[in-house]
């Protein structure tokens, strides 16, 4: 029997539902559709003054990359020309608002996420080759698989299924977790404390040290043995301190996000039965769909930018010091990039959206994402016939503000 048997659903729905205090802070209560107001916040100039989350019309305060930051001016962007132009010019529109300092402490604080520069190039490049196209099969081959198959195993024989808890929550945490050696049993725990830098280090102290002393097939034997290039050419091996920073961004991101993607992907395909039954036969469509339903609603539609000096964006003066929220979902949207940009249209021209961000920091896991989607939702598609959402039940509603997503995705099949 898989291990993934032995999860508590009660604790993945806790600590996955959106709506729940421990998502809350992102703006998870928040079930107004945002599209309509972005595309009029578009349709009215490119820069606005104020967070998105205040000119969306959100009630109380949500927090995010670059917020709350009281003490900054803000300013909101929604344009895709906007967007493009600040992720191009990384020395303007910086991605923290200090230099980082990868010994000075475990935490995203000190990651990747928030270098810049040549520091940024340097750090990233000791991970890259782990995340490339081709090595997803190293992924799905040591851990996606056998979840997605151990998952379906929990409840193929019931007819029945809710996908987000059931299934999309706890595919990337099992992953992430699976490649840094912590075992299935411990992984809804490192989720639960995955805002607590304190805690997790203490988790890792013993996996990084034992990596160390004999180095496996995984990630963080990666980090232990990579080499840092030194300006002045020289090199070293990561402090302990470095690879905490990294594995920490590495958990919230890979355990944070994707599955929230698989869910409006597949509910996506759930809402449109001829599409899915067009997928079921046609397995090379599932790759224009996954592009589209990034394109259509990523689950991270905001990240900023903090402002290092003085200048005129798109008619806008941001003052040095500001912070710049760039909405990705409204960008995707751009009618000046995509024709009918509202609609989910798998057959549209396939161009690149912000879905993963972009420049230097496009994000590192997008092919690992991409793979845990749709090994996910072919496997699906494989084992379970007749697949349709329960027609009894309330059907999945698209929910959240900083990290978009679905409610319950309730499924019949067989």
């Excluded at 972005?38 to 100039?45: N, Q, V």
């Excluded at 059931?166 to 840094?180: E, N, Q, R």
């Excluded at 960008?331 to 009918?340: F, I, L, S």
Aim: one cysteine or more; aromatic letters at 8%; hydrophobic letters at 40%.
């Amino acid at each position: 029997m898989s291990e993934t048997h032995a999860l508590d659903r009660e604790q993945i729905r806790q600590l996955f539902d959106l709506r729940s205090s421990y998502n809350q802070g992102m703006g998870g209560d928040f079930t107004t559709d945002p599209y309509p107001i972005w595309r009029e916040l578009r349709e009215t100039g490119p820069v606005h003054k104020g967070t998105v989350h205040k000119l969306t019309g959100y009630p109380g305060e949500a927090f995010f990359q670059g917020l709350p930051e009281p003490d900054r001016p803000h300013y909101s962007a929604f344009g895709y020309a906007a967007l493009d132009a600040a992720y191009r010019n990384n020395v303007v529109f910086a991605s923290a608002p200090e230099e980082v300092d990868p010994a000075g402490g475990a935490g995203v604080a000190n990651s990747l996420l928030n270098m810049g520069g040549e520091q940024h190039r340097r750090y990233r490049a000791l991970v890259q080759r782990s995340f490339v196209p081709g090595r997803t099969g190293w992924w799905i081959d040591n851990w996606i698989e056998d979840t997605v198959q151990g998952l379906i195993d929990g409840f193929i024989d019931d007819g029945h299924a809710e996908l987000n808890v059931d299934f999309c929550a706890a595919i990337p945490v099992l992953t992430i977790t699976g490649s840094f050696g912590i075992p299935v049993a411990e992984a809804l725990e490192v989720r639960r404390i995955m805002h607590d830098p304190v805690e997790i280090v203490r988790r890792l102290e013993p996996i990084v040290a034992a990596r160390r002393r004999e180095p496996q097939d995984d990630l963080i034997s990666v980090l232990v043995a990579a080499e840092l290039a030194e300006p002045d050419g020289s090199s070293h091996r990561l402090s302990d301190a470095e690879i905490y920073s990294f594995a920490i961004l590495l958990l919230l991101a890979g355990s944070g996000t994707t599955w929230k993607q698989m869910g409006i992907t597949l509910t996506a395909l759930l809402q449109r039965p001829a599409l899915l039954e067009q997928v079921r036969a046609d397995r090379s469509l599932l790759r224009p769909v996954i592009e589209e339903a990034l394109r259509w609603m990523p689950t991270d539609p905001m990240f900023s930018r903090y402002v290092t000096t003085d200048t005129d964006f798109f008619g806008t003066l941001l003052p040095a010091g500001a912070v710049l929220h760039l909405c990705l979902g409204a960008a995707n949207r751009d009618p000046q990039r995509w024709e009918r940009p509202d609609e989910f249209d798998i057959t549209r021209k396939l161009r690149a959206s912000f879905a993963f961000g972009g420049g230097v920091h496009t994000c590192l896991g997008m092919h690992l994402a991409r793979a845990e989607i749709s090994t996910g939702i072919a496997a699906l598609l494989d084992r379970l016939p007749d697949l349709r959402l329960n027609p009894d039940v309330e059907p999945p509603r698209f929910i959240g503000m900083y990290e978009r997503g679905v409610t319950e995705i309730p499924v019949l099949f067989g």
